[in-house]
């Protein structure tokens, strides 16, 4: 896994879950916002809610 988390410029920091084990969203305007219910398609697009 070390070598994609450096191919992706990833850190294990990167990869906290600060909100109840949930994954976050972040934007530059306005901070992280945690994810619910992800979906990961085969074409690499991923889909969830707010």
């Known amino acids: 896994m070390g070598s994609k988390m ?3 410029a990833l850190t294990w ?10 994954w976050t969203m972040s934007d530059n305007d306005h901070g ?3 994810i ?10 991923m889909d969830w809610r707010q």
Do not use: I, Q
């Open 6 to 8: 450096h191919e992706l």
């Open 13 to 22: 920091d990167d990869l906290k879950l600060p909100y109840n084990g949930r």
């Open 32 to 34: 992280e916002y945690p």
């Open 36 to 45: 619910y219910s992800p979906l990961f398609h085969a074409s690499g697009w």
